[in-house]
Antibody
Framework: EVQLVQSGAEVKKPGESLKISCKGS????????IGWVRQMPGKGLEWMGI????????RYSPSFQGQVTISADKSITTAYLQWSSLKASDTAMYYC????????????????WGQGTTVTVSS | DIVMTQSPDSLAVSLGERATINCKSS????????????LAWYQQKPGQPPKLLIY???TRESGVPDRFSGSGSGTDFTLTISSLQAEDVAVYYC?????????FGQGTRLEIK
């Protein structure tokens, strides 16, 4: 079964650092892009960025560039999203998701999603 | 960035009736390499991650009921639910994956009338 399993909920204080994870299984981890999506409480989906685990090619949304770091360790089929200094406005649900790929090799939308990691930042 | 604008923001439809959600992109998302539109639709129910329904604007994801269909080209797209079922109550999002950032629409909340 293809799945992405994310790390558990986090409660942090402003200024603290954090790294959340997303472990892929059941497929060739290095052959698919993994993306991160933010959903603030009661709000819509925001695309943060994606990484290709094979070579760590990473693309960020301008809205998140410099605010977070996306990385991957292909040896343990895990992608990461990290913050060096959290703000209260980082409070949200964070999803990782795999970009689907068709028989012709073209990548399309996000076909497999993690269960989400809730991050709460509060003093 | 490509801006994705959905309409309406919310929609109430009777059981068994048709529901139509629109999505407009600020520029064309037609991918010249395969001549397909880089547009996906997702369904999100409360407390759950989004679920991919449609990609390449009109290709139904495996396991998605055939009452869900996608259409459109260029900058204007539509998700249609032909006969609304109670389990279709959710928020629906469109997304372009033509270029990064792969932006989402603001979402359309679908309810039962």
């Amino acid at each position: 079964e293809v799945q992405l399993v994310q790390s558990g909920a986090e409660v942090k204080k402003p200024g603290e650092s954090l790294k959340i994870s997303c472990k892929g299984s059941g497929y060739s981890f290095t052959s698919y892009w993994i993306g991160w999506v933010r959903q603030m409480p009661g709000k819509g989906l925001e695309w943060m960025g994606i990484i290709y685990p094979s070579d760590s090619d990473t693309r960020y949304s301008p809205s998140f560039q410099g605010q977070v770091t996306i990385s991957a360790d292909k040896s343990i089929t895990t992608a990461y999203l990290q913050w060096s200094s959290l703000k209260a406005s980082d409070t949200a649900m964070y999803y990782c998701a795999r970009r689907g790929r068709g028989p012709g090799g073209y990548y399309y939308g996000m076909d497999v999603w993690g269960q989400g990691t809730t991050v709460t930042v509060s003093s | 960035d490509i801006v994705m604008t959905q309409s309406p923001d919310s929609l109430a439809v009777s059981l068994g009736e048709r529901a139509t959600i629109n999505c407009k992109s600020s520029q064309s998302v037609l991918y010249s390499s395969n001549n397909k539109n880089s547009l996906a639709w997702y369904q999100q129910k409360p407390g759950q991650p989004p679920k991919l329904l449609i990609y390449w604007a009109s290709t139904r994801e495996s396991g998605v009921p055939d009452r869900f269909s996608g259409s459109g080209s260029g900058t204007d797209f539509t998700l249609t639910i032909s006969s609304l079922q109670a389990e279709d109550v959710a928020v629906y999002y469109c997304q372009q994956y033509y270029t990064t950032p792969q932006t989402f629409g603001q979402g359309t909340r679908l309810e039962i009338k």
